[in-house]
């Protein structure tokens, strides 16, 4: 089994714990005012393991399971038994990239809490895309289109419920996951930046 497979696993179980227990919600959503006047960082990290009801976990864990495992073969691929180090790395580090914005916007404001793992999972997305931008992902053999079209609805979508707002998600933090996840896998793999440029000229050629 995956580590983006115990990922899974393990966010919906925290998940559908908290949904129906207001207390653990309450205590490891994504609050800016309490992190900081409370000194409770470990929400920096614990409100990716929440979602705001079961449409939501749903959603973030779909993506997860059809974009994870093709970035954990890319990573081992290139990383050899260092690839899952890379591949924590790249989703830790796209919770806490992705939120950073939300902590300077919002610690001040007492009433702001945030829940999900749209900034992780933005992260995967795009380190897929940069890997393989043109690979089709295909969701149960029925919709199967390049990850590069999934990535750009998968923003549309984010912005669309951001502006629309209200439901204790923070959409915004797809942006944030999304250029992480570029950043970090060209960091971890320079030559990956010519070969992504190569397959989008020979597109249009």
């Known amino acids: 089994m995956n580590i983006s497979t115990y990922i899974i696993i393990f966010t919906c179980i925290f998940s559908i714990s908290a949904i129906n227990n207001h207390s653990i919600f309450n205590k490891f959503q994504f609050n800016p005012y309490q992190t900081k006047e409370k000194k409770e960082w470990y929400r920096f990290l614990s409100h990716a393991f ?102 750009i609805f998968y923003l549309g979508y984010s912005y669309y419920m951001g502006k629309k707002g209200g439901d204790n998600i923070n959409h915004d933090a797809h942006l944030g996951g999304a250029i992480f996840g570029v950043l970090f896998t060209l960091a971890a793999k320079p030559q990956l930046a010519l070969d992504f440029l190569n397959q989008i000229i020979t597109l249009f050629n």
């Open 50 to 151: 929440l979602h705001a009801d079961y449409m939501h976990l749903l959603v973030n864990m779909f993506v997860l399971f059809f974009f994870g495992r093709n970035v954990e073969l890319y990573f081992n691929h290139f990383f050899a038994e260092k690839g899952i180090f890379y591949f924590i790395g790249l989703y830790i580090g796209g919770i806490l990239f992705s939120v950073l914005p939300t902590y300077q916007k919002h610690q001040n404001d007492s009433w702001y809490n945030s829940v999900g793992a749209s900034g992780a999972v933005s992260a995967i997305v795009f380190s897929s895309i940069i890997f393989d931008p043109f690979n089709k992902i295909c969701l149960y053999g029925l919709l199967c289109f390049p990850g590069i079209l999934w990535g």
